[in-house]
């Protein structure tokens, strides 16, 4: 394209090697002078000139920024300008432009050239055309994102899909319950047995702790966990309303927990034994007291705490209720732990849970 035979650049005539190597690179190469005002060209080889389309004598004493165009990173620019304010190597990706104005993304290194001072006399740029590999890798990249919003949307669907499930098993679940706990309260009214009236309203209680953990777990963002804190809150509010006792007061101490959602069941029903048992048997009917319920995390477990200062532990024989096994039972399932205090006065129990639940 140009003379093979151009002259080497002042400074580089004495390095005949050098200007050797530069001239028959196949690697696109230009050489600013460091010393010079705007740093001017004043070596670009003939891989330079094919690459941009420019004569050499188009070149030589201009500034590189005549290969930069409206597409080009005004960022990117800043990068080498201080680069070669520092004195020091860069290597980035620029949208640079040929003499025709089609543009091509340019791989540039720039290293500095330094004399025996140690003082930086040229820079040296290295330039190669990466448009197809930029392409091809913003292709790759188009397709990804492609994809995942393709994923994103069947993920969507699925998620829709399953929303629409569980309302649908919420509101069939909810029926069941309502239905099971319309058949307890119709069969307590025409039960004439105070005995079998109490049980059929302990019975009552139950299905209502189940269908408020139910209402909890569908409430709440997230069906895999359970916040044991909301459900006592609202266990003590219906305890307290149907026992009708205005003299008893219920001290809420609950710090956050959250069990897993299939230990949400067995954990109400032991909650619900609890309470209602304190309700019923701490204090007789007519005397003021206060029953707390409590909740404290420890490293990996925690405690559901029932306390109150009323009439403490029954006589043994009587300890073996239909309640208190329920409560057996229930903590093996949880793999907890329950502790009965007789406080002198009052009672104190307390099931021990692993936070793994």
Known sequence: MDDLNAPSPAGLASDAPLAEAMRGAHLALVLTDARAGDHPIVFANDAFLNLTGYRREEVTGRNCRFLQGDGTDPETVAQIGAAVRDGRELRC????????????????????????????????????????????????????????????????????????????????????????????????????????????????????????????????????????ADFLRDLAADLAASAKRDDLQIRL???????????????????????????????????????????????????????????????AEDRNGFGLTIVNLLTQQLRARLSLEDMQPGLRATVTLPMST
Do not use: C
């Open 93 to 228: 990706e620029i949208v640079n432009y040929r003499k025709d104005g089609t543009s091509f993304w340019n791989q540039l290194s720039v290293v500095p050239v330094r004399t025996g001072a140690d003082k930086t006399a040229y820079f040296l740029g290295a330039m190669q055309d990466v448009t197809a590999a930029r392409t091809a890798r913003d292709t790759e990249r188009h397709d990804l994102f492609e994809d995942i919003h393709v994923h994103a949307r069947e993920l969507e669907a699925a998620l829709a899909e399953k929303t629409s499930l569980l309302h649908e098993v919420d509101h069939r679940v909810k029926n069941n319950l309502q239905l099971i706990s319309s058949l307890l309260l119709m069969q307590t009214r025409r039960t004439a047995d105070e005995g079998t009236r109490r049980a059929l309203r302990s019975m009552l209680e139950r299905v209502g702790a189940i269908a408020t953990v139910h209402r909890r777990l569908f409430q709440g963002g997230d069906v895999q966990r359970f916040d044991v």
């Open 253 to 315: 101490e609950l710090e956050p927990v959250a069990v897993a959602a299939a230990q949400a069941a067995p954990f109400a029903l032991v909650a619900n034994e609890l309470l209602s048992n304190a309700i019923r048997h701490a204090y007789p009917e007519g005397q003021a007291g206060a029953i707390t319920v409590a909740v404290r995390p420890r490293a990996d477990e925690f405690d559901l705490v029932v306390a109150d200062a009323g009439q403490g532990l029954p006589p």
